[in-house]
C-alpha cells in the first residue's frame, strides 16, 4: 500500500504526511519538483530535521541547481525508494504538490523516447518564434494534447510535438488515466480561497525573513541562473529579477505571493480531476479523519 497526501502548495501537506507516517510506520517520499534540488530549502519550505520528527525523507537535495528536471528520472527513482520501503515492512507516504511527479510514483505514467535532432530542432524553433506556432501546429496534430496543454508553456508543447514525430501517434495517446487499480489512499488537502491565500502570503513573509535572499545569493553563485528547471522556481525566479536590478525587494515579494497564488489554483485543477483523492480540510481532526481513510 501507498498513502499520497497532495493539494495546492501551503496548504499542510508536510505537517500531515509527518503525522501519517508516525502514525502508520512510514517514511516520507518527497513529490515536490524543487525540493528534489539540493540547497533549495527557505523557498520550498522544505522540513528541517527537527521538523521531520525522526521520519526518514526520501528524494530531497538529490540534484544540483544546474539539472534540468526529468520527471522519467524521477519515476526510475521513487520506483527504486518505494520499493526499498516496502521490502523493510515499511509504508510509503508519498507527500508533495506536484501532479506530475505524484503521477510518476504512482505508476501512471509511461515515457515515449526522445530524440535529439527532433528536440533541437524544436527547440530552436521555440527560441526563434516562441510557442504559438508551435501551440497552432499542436492543435493541428492533437487537439485533445493542445487542450491539455498551457499554450505558453513551450517546454511541454516542444515535448508533445517530439513524441508525435517521433512515434507517429498522438501525443494524448501517452497522457496518463487514472487507473482504480493502483494500490494506493490519496488524501487531498483543500482550504477554502480565502484561507489558502493567506496561508501563502503568510509563508511568502516568512521566508523573506528566513534569509530567502541570502539563499538565493548562494545558490546564484553555485549556478543557480543555468539551471533551466531550479531557475524558474517561485520566489527564486523572482527573487533573481531582484539580484539581477530589475526589480525592487518589494516587487520581488509581491511578484512572488502573485505567482504562488496562480499556481496554486493550477494545482487544485490538476487533482480535482483525479477521482481516486479523498479532499479533507486542514481543521482541528485533520489527522484523525486521515488515519480513517487508511485500512
Same mark, same amino acid.
Given at each position: 500500500m501507498l498513502i499520497a497526501v497532495v493539494g495546492p502548495t501551503a496548504v499542510g501537506k508536510s505537517d500531515l504526511g509527518v503525522d501519517v507516517a508516525l502514525a502508520v510506520g512510514g517514511e516520507v517520499i518527497n513529490a515536490d519538483s524543487m525540493q528534489v534540488y539540493a540547497g533549495m530549502d527557505i523557498g520550498t519550505a522544505k522540513l528541517t530535521e527537527a521538523e521531520r520528527r525522526g521520519v526518514p525523507h526520501h528524494l530531497l537535495d538529490v540534484w544540483d541547481v544546474r539539472k534540468t528536471a526529468s520527471v522519467a528520472e524521477y519515476q526510475d527513482l521513487a520506483e527504486a525508494v518505494v520499493a526499498d520501503i516496502e521490502r523493510r515492512g515499511k509504508i510509503p507516504v508519498l507527500v508533495g504538490g506536484s501532479g506530475l511527479y505524484v503521477r510518476a510514483a504512482l505508476g501512471d505514467l509511461e515515457f515515449p523516447g526522445t530524440d535529439e535532432e527532433i528536440?533541437?530542432?524544436?527547440?530552436?524553433?521555440?527560441?526563434?518564434?516562441? !510557442?504559438?506556432?508551435?501551440?497552432?501546429?499542436?492543435?493541428?496534430?492533437? !487537439?485533445?494534447?493542445?487542450?491539455?496543454?498551457? !499554450?505558453?508553456?513551450?517546454?511541454?508543447?516542444?515535448?508533445?510535438?517530439?513524441?508525435?514525430?517521433?512515434?507517429?501517434?498522438?501525443?494524448?495517446?501517452?497522457?496518463?488515466?487514472?487507473?482504480?487499480?493502483?494500490?494506493?489512499?490519496?488524501?487531498?488537502?483543500?482550504?477554502?480561497?480565502?484561507?489558502?491565500?493567506?496561508?501563502?502570503?503568510?509563508?511568502?513573509?516568512?521566508?523573506?525573513?528566513?534569509?530567502?535572499?541570502?539563499?538565493?545569493?548562494?545558490?546564484?553563485?553555485?549556478?543557480?541562473?543555468?539551471?533551466?528547471?531550479?531557475?524558474?522556481?517561485?520566489?527564486?525566479?523572482?527573487?533573481?529579477?531582484?539580484?539581477?536590478?530589475?526589480?525592487?525587494?518589494?516587487?520581488?515579494?509581491?511578484?512572488?505571493?502573485?505567482?504562488?497564488?496562480?499556481?496554486?489554483?493550477?494545482?487544485?485543477?490538476?487533482?480535482?480531476?483525479?477521482p481516486r483523492v479523498t479532499w479533507l480540510a486542514p481543521d482541528a481532526d485533520l489527522l484523525e479523519r486521515a488515519l480513517s481513510l487508511i485500512p
Open positions: 528536440r533541437e530542432r524544436l527547440e530552436g524553433e521555440l527560441a526563434a518564434g516562441g !510557442p504559438g506556432p508551435l501551440y497552432a501546429r499542436l492543435r493541428a496534430a492533437d !487537439p485533445a494534447a493542445a487542450a491539455a496543454i498551457l !499554450p505558453s508553456n513551450g517546454r511541454r508543447i516542444v515535448r508533445a510535438l517530439e513524441v508525435i514525430e517521433l512515434s507517429g501517434r498522438p501525443f494524448s495517446a501517452t497522457m496518463p488515466g487514472y487507473d482504480p487499480s493502483i494500490r494506493a489512499i490519496q488524501i487531498g488537502l483543500r482550504a477554502d480561497r480565502a484561507e489558502l491565500d493567506r496561508r501563502i502570503e503568510a509563508r511568502v513573509d516568512h521566508m523573506w525573513a528566513a534569509g530567502f535572499e541570502a539563499e538565493v545569493r548562494d545558490l546564484a553563485d553555485r549556478g543557480l541562473r543555468d539551471g533551466k528547471t531550479a531557475s524558474r522556481a517561485l520566489g527564486y525566479q523572482q527573487m533573481l529579477r531582484y539580484l539581477d536590478g530589475d526589480w525592487s525587494l518589494e516587487q520581488a515579494r509581491d511578484e512572488t505571493v502573485r505567482a504562488t497564488r496562480r499556481f496554486a489554483r493550477r494545482q487544485e485543477s490538476w487533482f480535482r480531476r483525479d
